[in-house]
């Protein structure tokens, strides 16, 4: 059976108003946004309109979101894979799962489609890896390029992928028509980290005594992943008390928490 690929109900409602930061990139996308719902403005002096741009940055800084809130804000449907999805599930079908996904995603143009961790299948053709095939990689690949190349002026489907390893992609996936547009989704700064703090206490039951600015403070390094994390974890610490609402020192117990976590995932890999 066909892996669902879009859910046509909770889908289109994510907006650039949940994504916190990022203003930059969001500046960028808007442009992809007046794509989808414009496009006979764009190629009326004879232009064409880009088919894929790459989402550049570290892990949880909400290029997935983002990409989300492109599809939001132009109201077109959102179909998505992750590149280890054709790793792991996909194994012998990933080049007819490309082609299924962009065959669903034309029938319902304009639309999005977005490619988690790409580097999973784009990485540089022709270097060994000792994970599985390379042949089928390498196909998966390859009929990425062909949808891509194929798509005709009015297609209307815009590809964005994300990937945090930009360096190791093959060169031909950024190739003029294919991903020639990058955006950089960075870690927040101390600024950002409040506004995403906001979105994410937003939905709890807070105590008087907090403080955006101090949760900041305390959380360097931290990317929106991880401040969502802590936000929900303050809210279960503060639960687990018995407590009415969600205190400053919930939050700090929080962050020590997953601090610790971190810290333990850092272990593992080095
Ligand atoms: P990965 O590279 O690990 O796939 P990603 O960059 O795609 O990560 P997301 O999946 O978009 O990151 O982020 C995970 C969650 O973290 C989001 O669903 C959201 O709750 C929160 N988040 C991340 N960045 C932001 C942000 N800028 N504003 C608000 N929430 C954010």
Redesign the pocket.
């Known amino acids: 059976s066909k892996a669902k690929l879009f859910d046509e109900k909770t889908d289109m409602k994510t907006s650039f108003k949940?994504?916190?930061?990022?203003e930059g990139a969001k500046e960028e996308v808007q442009e992809i946004v007046d794509f989808l719902k414009n496009p006979e403005k764009y190629t009326s002096l004879g232009g064409k309109i880009p088919k894929g741009a790459l989402l550049v940055?570290?892990?949880?800084?909400?290029?997935?979101?983002?990409a989300k809130a492109v599809a939001g804000e132009a109201q077109v449907p959102f179909f998505s894979l992750s590149g280890s999805d054709f790793v792991e599930m996909f194994v012998g079908v990933g080049a007819s799962r490309v082609r299924d996904l962009f065959k669903q995603a034309k029938e319902k143009s304009p639309a999005i489609i977005f490619i988690?961790?790409i580097d999973a299948i784009g990485r540089a053709r022709g270097k060994n890896n000792f994970t599985g095939s390379n042949d089928e990689r390498e196909n998966t690949l390859n009929q990425l390029l062909t949808e891509m190349d194929g798509f005709g002026t009015n297609t209307n489907v815009i590809v964005m992928a994300?990937t945090?390893r930009a360096d190791i992609l093959d060169k031909a996936l950024m190739r003029a028509g294919r991903f020639d547009r990058q955006i950089y989704?960075d870690l927040?700064d101390i600024r950002?980290r409040k506004?995403?703090f906001e979105?994410?206490l937003k939905p709890l039951k807070k105590a008087e005594d907090l403080d955006t600015d101090f949760l900041s403070k305390q959380t360097p390094g931290f990317?929106?992943?991880d401040?969502?994390n802590v936000c929900n974890e303050a809210a279960l610490i503060a639960a687990r008390k018995g407590k009415k609402a969600v205190e400053k020192q919930d939050f700090l117990d929080a962050v020590d928490r997953i601090v610790g976590g971190l810290e333990k995932k850092n272990k593992i890999i080095t």
């Open positions: 949940d994504v916190a930061g990022l940055g570290p892990p949880g800084t909400g290029k997935t979101l983002l988690d961790e994300a945090n989704v927040p950002e506004e995403i979105v994410h990317s929106g992943a401040i969502a």
